[in-house]
């Protein structure tokens, strides 16, 4: 019964910006570090960001560092990820996942791998256009 349902998605000129939101039902929501993965058409799913289980740490890939920022409000059951300044290479279907309960009590854990992420959204597209 777990769920994990995002949202936020667009259409949105280079240089623009958008929030996106995942929210979660079915687990204790605080238990799991959550993560944000992308995949562009014919490619693999790619990390882009985690968020600690009560949002004190956040790690980022290169590509998106100083341009992306993951939180979440745990009271909500609800992630965030605030995407600013974008590029046509960030165009995907992002999605949001939550990391296994060991995992996520585990400074440095293999974070941005996918296969140690148990619970995924169905995805919202992002497109940028140039």
């Known amino acids: 019964q777990v769920q994990l349902v995002e949202s936020g998605g667009g259409l949105v000129q280079a240089g623009g910006s958008l929030r996106l939101s995942c929210a979660a039902s079915?687990?204790?929501?605080?238990?799991?570090?959550m993560g944000w993965f992308r995949q562009a058409p014919g490619k693999e799913r790619e990390f882009a960001a985690v968020i600690s289980r009560y949002g004190t740490r956040t790690y980022y890939t290169d590509s998106v560092k100083g341009r992306f920022s993951g939180s979440r409000d745990n009271a909500k059951n609800r992630l965030y990820l605030q995407v600013n300044s974008l590029k046509p290479e960030d165009t995907a279907v992002y999605y949001c996942a939550a990391l296994s309960v060991a995992r996520s009590t585990v400074y440095g854990s293999t974070w941005y791998d996918p296969n140690e992420y148990v619970y995924w959204g169905q995805g919202t597209q992002v497109t940028v256009s140039s």
């Open positions: 079915g687990l204790t929501f605080s238990n799991y570090a």
